[in-house]
């Protein structure tokens, strides 16, 4: 914290000395002497145990392997539950669609089609004339009128 401390009170004590317009010398540069200096920083420093990151590491690597055999094991049984399920239902399916055969139509009597009870449709006359504002409008049209 003292070095912060003292690199502001450069800072500051140097912008009293500008000159009076308020401007920096350089043309509006600072000189490197106005920055702010920053204190250097400490790297923390983690204490690295390979060994204990390595036996961590093993055991992550084991749960993984076992989560996927796991998720391996339960498609499998599903899989297997799926096609037993299909196979149980074509097997039912196959017992209620027994093929029947189909009933010899009747050849010996005519058949007559009976008249229909209902009215026959009133034809209506075509529309030649199309309205007005329904006609395409073109401006090779205007141009004729």
């Known amino acids: ?3 912060l401390k003292e690199a502001r009170n ?3 004590g140097s912008s009293s000395s500008d000159n009076s317009n308020g401007r920096t010398s350089g043309g509006g540069r600072r000189s490197p002497t106005n920055c702010l200096i ?3 920083v400490k790297k923390k420093t983690i204490p690295i145990d390979l060994k204990l990151r390595a036996v961590e590491r093993a055991r992550f690597a084991h749960q993984v392997a076992e989560k996927r055999r796991l998720i391996k094991q339960y498609k499998m ?3 297997r ?3 037993l399920e299909e196979e ?3 097997k039912r399916l196959r017992k209620e669609l027994i093929p029947k055969a189909q009933l010899m139509p009747y050849f010996d009597r005519p058949f007559v089609p009976r008249r ?3 009215q026959p449709t009133v034809p209506r006359e075509p529309k030649f004339c199309i309205p007005r504002h329904k006609t395409i409008k073109c401006c090779r049209c205007h141009a004729m009128t």
């Open 1 to 3: 914290m003292e070095p």
């Open 10 to 12: 450069r800072v500051e």
């Open 38 to 40: 920053k204190p250097p």
């Open 77 to 79: 049984e599903r899989e």
């Open 81 to 83: 539950q799926q096609k």
């Open 88 to 90: 149980e239902e074509i």
């Open 116 to 118: 229909s009870e209902k």
